[in-house]
Structure formats: C-alpha cells, structure tokens
C-alpha cells in the first residue's frame, strides 16, 4: 500500500492523519532512515518505522499530534533506555518527526453579493477551497467566481440538502436578507463544521438567535457563531469586510492563542459571562475571609 496515495486519499475524504519519518539515525536501528509510517483518525497504520515499543510510543504521539494540529520531534536512546527492549533493540539513537495531515480547509460562503466576491477573492489566496451557494445565477457562475471549487445557483434549501460540511469546513453567512441567513444559520449550527460566521449587527445577530432558540435550536450549538462574522479592524467597505473575516477563518485555522478583537456578540458575550463568573468568586472569596 504506497503511503502517498494513502494521504491523498485521507485527504480526499476530508479525514485527519499524522505521518511518522525517521529523520536522523545514529547507530544501528532496525529500519532505515526517511521510512514513513502513516497513523489515520481511525488509529489504522500503513507503513512501519521498525515496530516494537518505539512505534508504539509514536503511535500515541501521531494521535496527539493530528488533534493539536502541531508537528513534534521525538528522539529514542535505544542504548539507554530498558524498556526498548523489544523491536528496534540495536544500541541506536533515532529522531523521528510526525506531521499532522489535514484535509484541504473548505469555506462555504452563502450569498454571493459584494462581501462574498471579495471573500472568495482572500480567501481563496489564503488557501481555502471555496464552494459559492445563492439562489440568483446572476450572481452565483463562473465569471465572477471563475477559480472556486463548486459555484451552487440553487434555493438555498436544496443547495444545503446536498452539502455536508466535514469537521474541518468553514461557513460563512453573508445572504441578501435576514429570512435567508436565518434559514441558513438554521442548517449550519446542526452541521459539524468548525466555524459559522454570519454577516450583521449585533441587533440582528440577537433577534435571529432568539428566533430560533424558540424554535427548539439548543442555544450551546450556537458557541461556533461568529457574528457580527470577522475580527474587529474597523472595516467599513466590502473589501475591508472580506479581509476582516479571512483573518478570523485564518486564526481559527491556525489555533491562534493570543487575544484576539472578535466582533462576535456571541464571543464578548462569552467573556462577559466568564468575568461575571470571576468576579462572584472573588466576592465569595472576600466574604469568606472578611
């Protein structure tokens, strides 16, 4: 089984996997240096760096490392080491690098107004497959979004029927009403996408989100809601609109860590309540030493 077309194919399916490859050698080991072994989401294998207690040990680290997303370096001293005493026993040092492999990042933007000619624009430099979805063929062909993955010109509700965004998807709402982002926002909290954006003020934001909590919509499935979508820089026209919110997908990609300027109501929303929480504590706290 050639581990390349294995990738491709992990990939293709939009599924998650770490790649293994003895990257320096010293000493004697059992295999040889660059062999690869692949560990799929499934914990399936294909390939081998030796076997034994060390591939046991990398196994374990490929997991950790395809849910961090974050590569890692590990160095063995078979020489050293007792419990290497099986498998890849030869009285040799070895680094091996495990690698995340991710499936391709795909953005569903629904609406293909101005904002979203312009964020199929970014984002697409930045690296994301983009698929288009409105309901006017004016505005949802190839002339204006000549090199996205797949252009819908559908009924938004016949459009979304068919598509199943992965784990690893991005949805951003930017329609030509608040009927159809409702609609929409409706679909997209049920999926299993990473992130949901949706274009508005905060007013809309909270009179969509009442709408349909009332109609039964757990209110803990709208936690991946960025909305008003994108980081707040101020922007103002489509352009600034669409660099906006590619730098929210791209920091979310990324597992950005530092504090970031969220325009999200739902996100300030978050921190307020987590502050109101902190400052219970502190006043219990007080009272309880007073």
């Known amino acids: 089984m050639d581990i390349y077309e294995e990738i491709v194919k992990l990939r ?31 914990g399936s294998i294909v390939g081998t760096i030796g076997g034994g207690c060390v591939e046991a040990e990398v196994w374990q680290a490929a997991r950790e490392v395809m849910e961090s997303e974050k590569p890692r370096t590990l160095t063995f001293n078979l020489n050293q080491d007792p419990k290497y005493d099986t ?65 819908i010109a559908k009924d938004f509700d016949e ?14 709402i930017t329609t030509r009403g608040h009927r159809d982002d409702m609609r929409v926002l409706r679909w997209a909290v049920q999926t299993q996408a990473r992130y949901i954006g949706m274009i508005g003020s905060k007013r809309k934001t909270i009179a ?36 906006a919110i590619t730098a929210e997908l791209i920091a979310m990609r990324r597992h950005a860590e530092r504090e970031l300027p969220h325009m999200s109501w739902f996100h300030s929303r ?21």
């Open 270 to 290: 978050r921190l307020e309540s987590k502050d109101a929480e902190t400052s219970a504590e502190a006043l219990e706290d007080t009272e309880l030493n007073s």
């Open 159 to 172: 459009a979304m029927a068919r598509i199943s965004p992965a784990e690893s998807s991005y949805i951003v």
């Open 12 to 42: 293709s399916e939009g599924r998650r996997g770490a790649v293994a490859t003895i990257v320096s050698v010293r000493g004697s080991i059992p295999s040889f240096k660059t062999a690869k072994m692949l560990v799929r989401d499934d």
């Open 208 to 243: 969509i989100f009442r709408e349909l909590t009332k109609e039964g919509i757990p209110a803990q499935l709208f936690e991946r809601l960025h909305a008003p979508v994108g980081l707040d820089i101020g922007a103002v026209t489509p352009e600034e609109i669409a660099v």
């Open 87 to 151: 498998g890849l026993v030869c009285g040799g040092t070895l680094d091996i690098f495990v690698e995340p492999v991710l499936p391709p990042a795909s953005l569903y933007i629904f609406g293909a107004g101005h904002v979203a000619v312009n964020l199929y624009k970014i984002a697409h430099n930045a690296g994301f497959d983009v698929t288009v979805v409105d309901d006017r063929e004016t505005y949802a062909n190839r002339e204006r979004f000549p090199e996205a993955k797949e252009v």
